[in-house]
C-alpha cells in the first residue's frame, strides 16, 4: 500500500506532484491529488516537490524530511575542492571506524539513484577488522591456488604479476591495508545493476572523504571476488543472482594530501551551433 495522503489543510492546489511524476500517475481531481497506485515507482518525488508539506506517501511524514535550499547546501567551490581533491588512498591505519559511522554512512549512501527506482543494491560490508584480516588472508589464499591450478581466467593474467610483486614488496596488493571494505552489487535481471552499484560507490567515495575517510576503488578484489575465486562471494554472503559493480577499501588514510591535482582539460564533444 502506499497510504498516499493529502492535508486539505496544507495543500494550495499547486498541481506540482502531478506535473513532475516521473510515472506520470498523478491526477488532480478538482484540485486535489489522486494517484494510481499500480504505476507508482515510489521514488518520493511527489512529497519532495510539494512546496507546502501537504503530500505523505509510503507513510511518510514530510515534516521529518529535511528541508533543502541554497544554505544546506554545499558552496560550488567546496564541491569543486572536494571532487578535484579526492584522491585513491593506498595506505591506511590500522584503527577501525566506528561502526555507527560506517552504517551511516550506508545509510545517507542508500538514497543514491537506480534505474527505474529499482532500489535493490545490496551494500557488503566488511566493518569488523578481525573479519577484514580473514578476507584478505583468504583472498591470497585462493588467487595463489588459481595461479597454481587451473590458471588464472583469460585476460586476467597481470593479477599474478600483482601478487608476485605484492609478496616481494610486503604489500596487501588486494586490499593495501585497509580495515573495511564495501562491495556493492544489484540482481542480474535488474534495469542497469552495473551503473547502479558505480553510482552508490562514488556517493559513498565523496561523503566518506567529508568525514575524513580515504577509499580505493578495488579492481584487483573485484577480479578475485567476482571472477577469479568466486566462492569467495560465497563467505561474504553476495548472492548468486547478483551483479558485483564494484568493491571499495576504506578506512582512516595514513597519508595526506596538500593539494588538488591539475589534470589536463578532457575531451568534451560538444552538439549543437
Known sequence: MLNFRIDEDRCIQCGECAADCPAMCISLDNGLPEIHEKRCIRCQHC??????????????????????????????????TLLMGRRSVRRYKPDPVPKETIRHLL???GHAPTGMNVRQTLYTVVDDPEVMNEVRAATLRRVKEVIEDPGLPKGLEIVGKYVAAGDKMGVDIFYR???????????????????????????????????????VWDGLAKWAIARIAPDLRERLGIPEDHTIG???AFGYPAVTYYRT?????????????
Open 261 to 273: 591535482t591539475q589534470h589536463d582539460a578532457p575531451a568534451i564533444n560538444v552538439v549543437g551551433s
Open 47 to 80: 512529497l519532495a516537490v510539494c512546496p507546502t508539506a501537504a503530500l505523505s506517501i509510503l507513510d511518510k511524514d514530510p515534516d521529518d524530511s529535511r528541508p533543502l535550499h541554497k544554505d544546506s547546501l554545499p558552496a560550488p567551490e567546496k564541491m569543486e
Open 246 to 248: 564494484y568493491a571499495m
Open 177 to 215: 591495508g585497509a580495515p573495511h571494505l564495501l562491495i556493492v552489487s544489484s540482481p542480474h535481471n535488474g534495469p542497469s545493476p552495473d551503473a547502479d552499484c558505480l553510482i552508490a560507490l562514488s556517493q559513498f567515495e565523496l561523503l566518506a572523504a567529508t568525514m575524513g575517510l580515504g577509499t
Open 107 to 109: 545509510q545517507i549512501t
